[in-house]
């Protein structure tokens, strides 16, 4: 669990932002919203010299990755295996919001991975009938029985070891033992936006004294969105037995309601 720094345009609050220790990490207990990151922080990346992560580059990986439920199109995969859906219902109060916004000239989007980012709207969800879709979920289960495959759960990487410039091995502790393990091809690193940078740190990449917050601040300054929450009435999860009841029923009906899992649906992204 991490506490972000005081934000400058949340008026000096505090974010809270839980990561996810899990398999399938944050993707197991985030909101299921699916926006990537901007075309502008791409092609910056390339500018500096990455070979192959412009947002032309990247954009076939991306339509490869996704079931959309509204199909292929120039922007979107289908056949994928990360699922990704419209919300299944609508807000008289997230309408009022778009709308609100529109007013003051943020342009409606109806798909924030789409030609263009910005302006106010539903988003799409990584779920599909009623379900989370985490990656565990959609690229793990598929593969977990595989000989050349092996999970280990509750274990704790604290660094990278190289040779030279390249990644040949981790060490980790599991259960209050340390343990080290060497890589016959590559590392690949997959700890999020804050523990992959961090353990990059750990492992003596980067300024010595160049602090996660800041690392975290320099790489996600573009893309700032304000989500829109949808109230779940708490009744419907811990009150009587007929509100569980009748919960449980719609969601096992139509896949909708406080059993979805997602209660936020609408935000307004600015570059």
Not at 198 to 204: D, F, T, V
Not at 225 to 239: D, Y
Request: hydrophobic residues 30%; aromatic residues 8%.
């Amino acid at each position: 669990m991490y506490q972000s720094e005081p934000e400058p345009e949340l008026n000096g609050r505090s974010v809270f932002t839980p990561r996810g220790r899990v398999l399938g990490g944050s993707s197991s207990i985030n909101g299921l919203v699916h926006v990537r990151g901007q075309r502008e922080d791409f092609d910056a990346w390339a500018r500096l010299g990455n070979a192959g992560w412009s947002y032309g580059e990247v954009l076939p990986y991306f339509r490869k990755s996704e079931d959309q439920q509204d199909g292929k199109s120039e922007y979107h995969g289908a056949g994928g295996p990360l699922p990704v859906s419209a919300l299944p219902d609508r807000h008289a109060l997230c309408d009022a919001f778009i709308a609100a916004a529109g007013e003051i000239g943020i342009p409606r989007n109806d798909d924030f991975n789409g030609e263009h980012q910005e302006g106010a709207g539903y988003y799409h969800a990584t779920a599909r009938s009623g379900r989370r879709a985490s990656c565990a979920v959609a690229y793990l289960r598929p593969v977990r029985k595989r000989s050349n495959l092996c999970i280990q759960t509750g274990a704790l990487v604290t660094r990278i070891r190289f040779d030279g410039r390249h990644a040949v091995g981790v060490d980790y502790q599991l259960r209050g033992a340390s343990y080290t393990l060497r890589a016959h091809r590559e590392v690949l690193l997959c700890g999020g936006s804050f523990n992959s940078p961090q353990l990059l740190q750990l492992s003596g990449l980067g300024r010595r004294r160049y602090s996660l917050v800041t690392a975290f601040r320099s790489c996600c300054t573009r893309q700032v969105s304000v989500k829109v929450s949808r109230i779940i009435s708490t009744s419907a999860l811990s009150g009587s037995a007929r509100n569980r009841s009748r919960s449980t029923t719609r969601w096992l009906q139509s896949r909708v309601g406080s059993r979805w899992g997602c209660a936020m649906s609408c935000c307004v992204a600015a570059p």
